[in-house]
C-alpha cells in the first residue's frame, strides 16, 4: 500500500506537469487552475507517504538515497505552493513543477526497502543535519527553475519591473539556501566528529557540498557587485543547479564515500 501511494503521487506530479504546459501553451486557466489543485493533491499525498513511511519505519524516513529523494522533491512541493500563493504568478509552477516530477522519477528508480539505521546515524545531528540539507537543495532548486523562467521572458522582452522582481527573489531563495547549507556543512563537521573522531575527513560527499557552497557564496558575492548583470546572474543560477545534482546524484553513484547510504 505505500508503494502504491508513492507511484500515485508520482502520476499526480505528471498530470500537473501535462496540465500546466498544455494550459500555458493554449491560454486555458481552467487547466491551469487543474494543475494547481492536483499539485495540492500530489503534495498532500507525498506528505502522508513520508509520515507513513516514518511511522513504518520508526524513525525520520531520511537515511538513504530513496528517503531523501523523496524529501527533497517534497521540499521543492512546499516552495511552489508557497510562492503560488504568495507571488500568485501561474508561471512558476511551470518552472517548478517539472523539478518535483524529475526529483520524484529518480527516487523510483532507487531501492524503498526499509532499514534499521546504521550505527553512525543513531544520532541526534541526524534531523538536523539531513533535513537543513533538504530545503537547502529545494531553494538551490527553485531558484534555478526560476532562473530558467527569467531568461524566457527575458527573450521575450517581459516587463523590466517584473523582472527585477523575479531576479531579487532568486536572489532571496538562493541566500536562503546557502543559510541552510552552511547549517548542513557545520553540523556534519560536528557529528562526524562524534561518530569518526574527525571533523572533516574529505569524503566525496563532504568535499561536493564544500564545492556547492563556494559555488554559490560566488553568486552571492557576484550579486553584491556594483554594475552586475541579471541576465549573467540567472545563468549562473542553473549552472550552479549542476553542482547541486552533481552533490546529491553524482557523487552516491561515482564516488563512493562515507555517505555512500544516502
Request: aromatic share 16%; no cysteine; glycine share 6%.
Amino acid at each position: 500500500m505505500m508503494d502504491a501511494l508513492f507511484f500515485a503521487t508520482l502520476v499526480l506530479f505528471l498530470v500537473a506537469v501535462v496540465l500546466q504546459f498544455m494550459g500555458q501553451a493554449f491560454k486555458k486557466d481552467m487547466l491551469l487552475e487543474a494543475a494547481f489543485t492536483i499539485s495540492l493533491i500530489g503534495t498532500a499525498a507525498l506528505t502522508g507517504y513520508i509520515v507513513w513511511r516514518g511511522i513504518v519505519a520508526q524513525r525520520i524516513p531520511l537515511s538513504n538515497q530513496f528517503e531523501f529523494a523523496t524529501a527533497f522533491a517534497w521540499g521543492i512541493a512546499l516552495l511552489h505552493i508557497f510562492l503560488r500563493r504568495r507571488f500568485k504568478e501561474v508561471a512558476m509552477s511551470t518552472a517548478i513543477l517539472p523539478a518535483i516530477f524529475l526529483v520524484l522519477s529518480y527516487a523510483a528508480l532507487q531501492p524503498r526497502d526499509i532499514r534499521d539505521l546504521m550505527p553512525a546515524l543513531r544520532s541526534a545531528w541526524f534531523g538536523l543535519h539531513i533535513g537543513t540539507a533538504v530545503f537547502s537543495y529545494a531553494a538551490f532548486v527553485g531558484a534555478g527553475s526560476l532562473a530558467v523562467l527569467f531568461l524566457v521572458r527575458e527573450k521575450k522582452g517581459h516587463n523590466l519591473d517584473k523582472q527585477a522582481d523575479l531576479d531579487y527573489l532568486i536572489y532571496r531563495l538562493i541566500a536562503f539556501g546557502f543559510l541552510m547549507l552552511t547549517v548542513v556543512i557545520l553540523s556534519g563537521a560536528i557529528w562526524a566528529e562524534a561518530a569518526w573522531s574527525s571533523f572533516w575527513s574529505w569524503d566525496p560527499k563532504e568535499t561536493w557540498a564544500l564545492i556547492t557552497w563556494i559555488v554559490y557564496a560566488i553568486y552571492l558575492h557576484q550579486r553584491l557587485r556594483a554594475g552586475r548583470s541579471a541576465h549573467a546572474l540567472a545563468w549562473f543560477a542553473v549552472i550552479a543547479v549542476i553542482v547541486v545534482a552533481f552533490t546529491f546524484v553524482g557523487v552516491n553513484t561515482l564516488l563512493p564515500g562515507l555517505h555512500s547510504y544516502g
